[in-house]
């Protein structure tokens, strides 16, 4: 083997080799408060549809879209359930909050969530494009903006945030 073959050979298994390393790196890692919390919420009759984290200093935050039968927002507080879940639904939705016209969300209601964490709950707005981590069909999608369906955005914080 020549020089440059052996050299474009090496070339070519270090960076493979960085890649798998990169695609590994979030393998094993220790799942935050929020992850940890946000797992032991449910929605019953709700099935997950995309999965969101972030972390700042001293907070994390975890969002998980669920998707299933048309219900009531008061409903709603009925059928979210997990160890130290608590919900209050608003009266009406967002209070003292602007709902921007680009808002695929309307915030509904706030709570307790596992591990003393705080929890919100949103809606999804009819006719506003889906967030690009939510893992809907375009079916489901449809459906919900005919009201067949119903959305909902469950926010777990923890930390000073």
Same mark, same amino acid.
């Given at each position: 083997?020549?020089?440059?073959?052996? /050299?474009? @050979?090496?070339? !070519?298994?270090? #960076?493979?080799?960085? %890649?798998?390393?990169?695609? $590994? +790196?979030?393998?094993?890692?220790?799942?935050?408060?929020?992850?940890?919390?946000?797992?032991?919420?449910?929605?019953?009759?709700?099935?997950?549809?995309?999965?969101?984290?972030?972390?700042?200093?001293? /907070?994390? @935050?975890?969002? !998980?879209?669920? #998707?299933?039968?048309? %219900?009531?927002?008061?409903? $709603? +507080?009925?059928?979210?359930?997990?160890?130290?879940?608590?919900?209050?639904?608003?009266?009406?939705?967002?209070?003292?909050?602007?709902?921007?016209?680009?808002?695929?969300?309307?915030?509904?209601?706030?709570?307790?969530?596992?591990?003393?964490?705080?929890?919100?709950?949103?809606?999804?707005?009819?006719?506003?494009?889906?967030?690009?981590?939510?893992?809907?069909?375009?079916?489901?999608?449809?459906?919900?903006?005919?009201?067949?369906?119903?959305?909902?955005?469950?926010?777990?914080?923890?930390?000073?945030?």
């Amino acid at each position: 083997m020549g020089l440059r073959r052996w /050299t474009a @050979t090496m070339a !070519v298994s270090i #960076v493979v080799t960085g %890649v798998a390393g990169c695609s $590994l +790196a979030g393998v094993g890692a220790t799942p935050t408060a929020a992850e940890k919390s946000i797992a032991r919420i449910r929605i019953f009759g709700y099935q997950k549809a995309g999965e969101s984290d972030d972390a700042g200093p001293g /907070t994390t @935050t975890s969002s !998980v879209v669920y #998707v299933g039968p048309s %219900v009531s927002d008061g409903r $709603l +507080a009925q059928i979210t359930n997990g160890r130290g879940v608590s919900l209050n639904i608003f009266s009406r939705p967002s209070p003292n909050v602007a709902v921007l016209p680009s808002d695929n969300t309307i915030w509904i209601g706030r709570g307790r969530a596992p591990m003393n964490c705080g929890l919100l709950m949103y809606r999804y707005r009819n006719g506003k494009p889906p967030s690009k981590w939510w893992d809907l069909t375009r079916h489901e999608l449809a459906q919900a903006r005919m009201r067949k369906i119903s959305i909902f955005e469950v926010t777990v914080v923890c930390g000073k945030g």
